[in-house]
């Protein structure tokens, strides 16, 4: 998934322990209605559940990724077309515009409607500009962004780092068609103004959606680059990163995905989300020594959600249910081939075939109209793709899939309608065993931030991590604080 510094380090994987050296370089009540409702309504739940298990096993043995962050209609939590804010993500595209930098601005009534072809059509323009400073006490990669500390100088030199830049800064566009036979035709566009991928120290424009949707009340139709169906939860933080190869699993690619909503009562929901996908994900760069690629056939993505309790509209002006909770898996390929410019080793062979599958639960729970907790647990085999395994897909000596558990968990408390906090935990585990050589072993990042909506328009964030990266040996081992903070002016 990673490049640069993570390549470093991976490619010690096959190096002698001499020349490793030198490579040293993230309300009750409302519980109560809702306790009721999964009583009646988890026995349908659990079976579909299990059923999105058995497309896992079945794809493995053949062949040997909705609420999210981003602001597009494509994320759901449970609903398609009106779907709640589930503490704070996923906001309609209509709905005002109340969440951390890492969601991106959102088309609002603050934003820029234009009619078009006869006032039928609309299109909307939005956006954000942000002034984001990162101090970290040890040198994490990557700079402004981080996703895991560096290890440590083995000589105890000081690798704090100062960063600020304005890559968070993004602006986006929506086009909606008028109703063609009770479907709505709309295309999102979202770009930061990042470099290509997240994980350059410098700027550019980094498309994170690019589709088209075809939507009614009940069904949605859409292709192009979008957040993953596994696992799309997202933790509330500042950094643009969202805790990515920390126990955050899911990300962006291009997909084809077809979606139904079953809507039993007003106090409960039930969501089916299917897609084919591009293996290699959208928003972080390519590997140096060794080429990944697909293997021909694209990563098959399932999941399904449940709703229950009537939405609500909480402090902040957010929508949401009482409970929520999913489950999604994937199954998929990967194809590693050594560069020509990597040393020729015996040793390493030229092509290999890695078996990727994931499995992962996420839920929120809304206690009170003030107060809640989110989070998502995941498993599985290659998932660098997917920003788990710290960013690892294969080791590259053993040319066998690593295998990772992990997730995250937040709880948070909306002080005032514009003033809240947010306090979390993740982790990223991959399993080691006594042939693997890959270099990243463990990564936890403990977080809280304040976030202040002084106005609809301009917010300002501030957030402290405690991190903690573990190495292979000879490497060392990392600890250190990073800190955070954010001026966010949108329109």
């Known amino acids: 998934m990673v490049n640069a510094p993570l390549e470093s380090a991976n490619s010690l994987k096959s190096s002698t322990p001499s020349s490793r050296k030198h490579q040293v370089k993230n309300s009750a009540d409302r519980i109560v209605r809702g306790s009721v409702l999964v009583r009646n309504e988890f026995h349908l739940f659990g079976t579909v559940a299990t059923w999105l298990m058995l497309i896992t096993g079945v794809g493995l043995a053949?062949?040997?990724?909705?609420t999210s962050n981003d602001p597009s209609p494509s994320n759901l939590s449970v609903p398609l077309e009106q779907n709640p804010e589930p503490l704070g993500q996923g906001i309609p595209i209509e709905?005002?515009?109340?969440y951390l930098p890492s969601k991106p601005a959102a088309p609002s009534e603050t934003g820029i409607t234009v009619s078009m072809l006869d006032g039928k059509s609309q299109l909307k323009i939005f956006g954000s500009l942000s002034a984001?400073?990162?101090?970290?006490?040890?040198?994490p990669f990557a700079p402004g962004l981080p996703l895991f500390l560096l290890p440590s100088s083995p000589f105890g030199l000081n690798t704090n780092t100062f960063d600020i830049h304005a890559r968070q800064s993004n602006i986006g566009a929506t086009f909606i068609a008028p109703q063609i036979d009770g479907f709505t035709p709309s295309a999102t566009f979202l770009s930061f103004i990042a470099n290509d991928t997240l994980t350059g120290d410098s700027y550019g424009l980094l498309p994170f959606n690019a589709f088209g949707e075809l939507k009614s009340e009940d069904w949605r139709f859409a292709a192009g680059l979008q957040s993953d169906v596994f696992n799309p939860r997202k933790p509330s933080v500042v950094s643009l990163a969202a805790m990515f190869t920390t126990g955050n699993t899911g990300s962006f690619r291009t997909q084809a995905r077809v979606e139904r909503l079953v809507k039993p009562s007003e106090s409960s929901e039930y969501g089916l989300q299917l897609?084919?996908?591009?293996?290699?994900q959208s928003v972080f760069g390519s590997r140096d020594l060794r080429i990944q690629e697909d293997n021909g056939w694209p990563n098959i993505e399932g999941r399904v959600n449940m709703g229950l309790g009537e939405t609500e509209i909480l402090t902040g002006g957010r929508k949401a249910r009482a409970f929520e909770l999913g489950s999604s898996a994937f199954v998929g390929q990967i194809r590693t081939t050594r560069s020509i410019l990597a040393?020729?080793?015996?040793?390493?062979?030229?092509?290999?075939?890695?078996?990727?599958w994931g499995f992962g639960i996420d839920t929120a729970i809304n206690l009170t109209s003030s107060i809640g907790v989110q989070g998502e647990l995941f498993a599985g085999a290659g998932l660098g793709e997917y920003n788990g395994g710290i960013g690892q897909t294969?080791?590259?000596v053993t040319q066998q899939a690593i295998r990772s558990s992990g997730?995250?968990?937040e709880v948070f408390v909306y002080l005032t309608p514009k003033l809240h906090v947010h306090t979390g935990y993740g982790i990223d585990s991959p399993l080691q065993r006594t042939d693997d050589t890959f270099a990243l072993t463990g990564n936890q990042t403990f977080f809280t931030n304040v976030v202040w909506n002084w106005?609809?328009?301009?917010?300002?964030?501030?957030q402290i991590d405690y991190r903690k990266t573990n190495y292979r040996n000879p490497l060392l081992d990392a600890t250190g604080c990073i800190f955070y903070s954010e001026f966010q002016w949108r329109f």
């Open 455 to 462: 106005s609809k328009n301009i917010q300002i964030s501030n």
């Open 62 to 66: 053949q062949s040997a990724d909705v």
């Open 407 to 409: 997730g995250w968990g």
């Open 95 to 98: 709905a005002p515009i109340e």
């Open 132 to 139: 984001l400073t990162v101090f970290s006490t040890d040198r």
């Open 343 to 356: 040393p020729q080793d015996p040793q390493n062979p030229v092509r290999s075939v890695v078996d990727c």
């Open 394 to 396: 294969f080791d590259s």
């Open 275 to 280: 897609a084919i996908s591009d293996p290699i």
